[in-house]
């Protein structure tokens, strides 16, 4: 499949300065950002806001992108999630952390996530899989919807240290996984 | 803190991209970083490992309002927006990702298998052949206007999770997808269809199967995976 492919055409044209491609850009990924704003933020406006700083952002930084900086979604999916994690640590309210349940954590993909999932992300999955449910199951959480440590700790009612302990061994193993 | 020491950069970098890394740590780790090209190829790596996570998301419609917005910050020549949003998705995924020209064959290919068996000539059909993405083809619809009548023959047996149902849609580029009910995975179908259908028929360009609650879509739209797509051909 070439969608990946695609994505890193338009952004090597977005470099060019290429308001056509950025469009084409903006009409393929924004409603899959959009989504990945909207978990970490809840809310529709921020989210918005996020969604768009982070297009700015992405027309900008457009020229840094390179195919060995891994898939074009998982670029710029980064650079929506660090703006969303400003703006959702700025409003300085603490996430609602009754909303999520652990053993539930929502990894289901959208209609055509298989499609556009790229090999780092099949690879990914699958170290996942190896970890303990509840080391799988915090980072998820974190990741997905920008929890941090104390909340964590507070939704699992773990002691602060287990929790940062299941994060960083956590990610060690992903690491060790995925240089296998 | 010993910045130097290996595996700590590994676990700040990491942790820094997951976001549990945060508040005057976080901006600190982010001034190191600006010092320290390979601090900084240590978080493009993990970036590039986590970020994938994203992929799967489920997408979800974007307001016209937000490229306009940023349109106007960048300073573009304003255009009308371009299709967005999941629907356009699906369709972007479908004519930029696919090998049509390979569906529209393989159809062509049933279409002359089934006309052997059907001794009067048939004129004025539409047919698809949804096929997964591993190019299986899985059932041919049909859909005969001067007959009135949509065929939905099965290709070959799927499965389908208990409690779920499969949905068939047409859609028209730019358009949202029509529902045209539920279909079973393993019994040919022979149903009726309105005029109002056919006319749309003759417009759709793909149509695709979606897994749903039993029952179909709460929403009229599809709401679970599509894992059968085929492009509707005129013979």
């Known amino acids: 499949m070439s969608d990946q492919l695609n994505l890193q055409t338009l952004l090597a044209a977005s470099a060019r300065k290429d308001e056509q491609a950025f469009s084409k850009l903006y009409s393929l990924a924004s409603a899959n950002l959009y989504g990945v704003a909207l978990r970490i933020l809840k809310k529709e406006a921020a989210a918005q806001d996020a969604l768009q700083e982070a297009f700015v952002q992405i027309w900008h930084r457009a020229v840094d992108f390179h195919s060995d900086k891994g898939s074009p979604m998982a670029w710029m999916a980064t650079i929506v999630r660090y703006r969303s994690l400003d703006i959702l640590r700025k409003q300085k309210k603490l996430v609602n952390v009754e909303d999520f349940d652990l053993e539930q954590v929502d990894t289901e993909l959208g209609p055509l996530g298989k499609l556009l999932e790229s090999d780092m992300a099949q690879e990914l999955w699958q170290c996942l899989q190896e970890l303990n449910d509840k080391q799988r199951s915090v980072i998820l959480l974190a990741f997905y919807e920008g929890l941090t440590h104390d909340e964590l700790a507070e939704h699992t009612a773990t002691a602060l240290g287990t929790v940062k302990s299941w994060i960083r061994r956590g990610l060690q193993s992903v690491k060790g996984c995925l240089e296998r | ?235």
């Open chain 2, 1 to 235: 803190m010993n910045y130097q020491d290996p595996e700590l950069r590994q676990a700040l970098a990491a942790e820094y991209v997951l976001g549990t890394l945060h508040g005057r740590a976080r901006k600190r780790f982010e001034r190191l970083a600006e010092q320290d090209a390979r601090l900084r190829q240590i978080i493009a790596s993990w970036e590039q490992k986590l970020g994938s996570l994203s992929e799967g998301v489920k997408p979800v419609d974007v307001p016209d309002r937000v490229w306009n917005s940023i349109q106007k910050r960048l300073g573009f020549s304003q255009t009308q927006p371009t299709k967005q949003g999941v629907i356009a998705t699906i369709w972007d995924s479908l004519m930029l990702w696919r090998s049509l020209t390979t569906v529209a064959t393989i159809a062509l290919m049933f279409a002359a298998y089934l006309n052997l068996f059907a001794p009067k000539l048939i004129v004025n059909q539409y047919i698809a052949v949804l096929q997964t993405e591993q190019q299986q083809a899985s059932w041919l619809i049909k859909s005969d206007l001067q007959n009135k009548r949509m065929i939905v023959h099965i290709v070959n047996e799927q499965t389908i999770p208990i409690g779920k149902a499969f949905e068939l849609w047409m859609i028209k580029e730019g358009d949202k997808p029509i529902s045209l009910g539920l279909i079973s995975p393993d019994k040919p179908l022979n149903l009726p269809l309105s005029d109002e259908m056919l006319e749309k028929i003759k417009q759709a360009n793909v149509m695709a199967v979606s897994i749903e609650p039993a029952g179909g879509s709460p929403t009229g739209q599809p709401t679970g995976p599509v894992p059968y797509t085929g492009k509707v051909t005129q013979i």
